[in-house]
């Protein structure tokens, strides 16, 4: 099971822009898939952006156009750089992995994102 800790959470204003980082503890991170997740109180937990080890991406409809994941896989990190970002997008964003050979899921703990309207 990889490990995952996310940073770059804050407080930002409706607008604005803030990066998410995720990084993975240990070896073949080259092949995961990875992604990101977030949930907002009282509601359920939702995707918001993958990328496969080949780079291709999916977005929540809700954030296309305005969010963008990438990865560089020789710092074992995934990325989501969000931009105009809206009240909306407020809650707690995980970072996951999954390995594609042993289908084993891992979770961050999360990291704040609060967007001020």
């Known amino acids: 099971q990889v490990q995952l800790v996310e940073s770059g959470g804050g407080l930002v204003q409706a607008g604005g822009s803030l990066r998410l980082s995720c990084a993975a503890s240990g070896s073949g991170f080259r092949i995961y898939a990875m992604g990101w997740y977030r949930q907002a109180p009282g509601k359920q937990r939702e995707m918001v952006a993958t990328i496969t080890s080949g780079g291709s991406t999916n977005y929540a409809d809700s954030v296309k156009g305005r969010f963008i994941i990438s990865r560089d896989n020789t710092k074992n990190s995934v990325y989501l750089q969000m931009n105009s970002l809206k009240s909306e997008d407020t809650a707690v964003y995980y970072c996951?992995?999954?390995?594609?050979?042993?289908?084993?899921?891992?979770w961050g703990q999360g990291t704040q994102v609060t967007v001020s309207s």
């Open positions: 996951y992995s999954n390995h594609p050979l042993t289908r084993v899921d891992s």
